[in-house]
Nanobody, 123 residues
Framework: VQLQASGGGLVQAGGSLRLSCAAS????????TGWFRQAPGKEREFVAG????????YYADSVEGRFTVSRDNAKTTVYLQMSSLKPEDTAVYYC?????????????????WGQGTLVTVSS
């Protein structure tokens, strides 16, 4: 499975961005996809995830109510809609995938990773 993340950029606090993660290769309806982020000097942390088959979602407390993860089965693409962005959301965002039935929240739950896309939120 190959993952291609895109959509990062510079946005003012309070603004919105939508990230995309396109999957290709040996994709499966059993894929779960997660979004992680890593700020400078910090550990990579879970942000949101979605089960490809059921559509069930899970969010980190820090983004609950502001971010929405969704998927487009026809295009094998997962999206992360980010709203009400804060400077502390600044990070490199990564998408990841795994053949599992539920959404994982740990880095070790995923074995496929895309390249990161930088999101910078100015105050």
């Amino acid at each position: 499975v190959q993952l291609q993340a895109s959509g990062g950029g510079l946005v003012q606090a309070g603004g919105s961005l939508r990230l995309s993660c396109a999957a290709s290769g040996r994709t499966s309806s059993r894929l779960a996809t997660g979004w992680f982020r890593q700020a400078p000097g910090k550990e990579r942390e879970f942000v949101a995830g979605i089960s490809w088959s059921s559509g069930s979602t899970y969010y980190a407390d820090s983004v609950e109510g502001r971010f929405t993860v969704s998927r487009d089965n026809a295009k094998t693409t997962v999206y992360l809609q980010m709203s009400s962005l804060k400077p502390e959301d600044t990070a490199v965002y990564y998408c990841a995938a795994a053949l599992r039935t539920g959404v994982g929240v740990l880095r070790g739950d995923y074995n496929y990773w895309g390249q990161g896309t930088l999101v910078t939120v100015s105050s």
